[in-house]
């Protein structure tokens, strides 16, 4: 089994950054694509960024330029850095590695 545990949600401003963390524990040797979503209040969740084990990434067209997802293997963890953020982007996001989620973190954008 394996254990995703995000961080890094918070409040953030229009325009302004942040950088979201997925770390997994477990038995990890065998994730390959890791997966961002979101899900916002009242709206179907949506695929966010996507990477492989090799580093091939994937984008929703809503975040292209602005986001960015990465990985480190060794750690066992996946980045999203996001960018230029808007109010939009407010959601609840978790990490999934096509078997198991983890909780989600809350990443609000307000002035």
């Known amino acids: 089994q394996v254990q995703l545990v995000e961080s890094g949600g918070g409040l953030a401003q229009p325009g302004g950054s942040l950088k979201l963390s997925c770390a997994a524990s477990?038995?990890?040797?065998?994730?390959?694509?890791m997966e961002w979503y979101r899900q916002a209040p009242g709206k179907q969740r949506e695929l966010v960024a996507s990477?492989?084990?090799?580093?091939?990434?994937i984008y929703a067209d809503s975040v292209k330029g602005r986001f960015t997802i990465s990985r480190d293997n060794a750690k066992a963890t996946v980045y999203l850095h996001m960018n230029g953020l808007t109010p939009e982007d407010t959601a609840n996001y978790s990490c999934?590695?096509?078997?198991?989620w983890g909780q989600g973190t809350q990443v609000t954008v307000s002035s």
């Open positions: 990477i492989s084990r090799g580093g091939s990434t």
């Open positions: 477990g038995k990890i040797f065998s994730i390959g694509v």
């Open positions: 999934y590695d096509g078997t198991y």
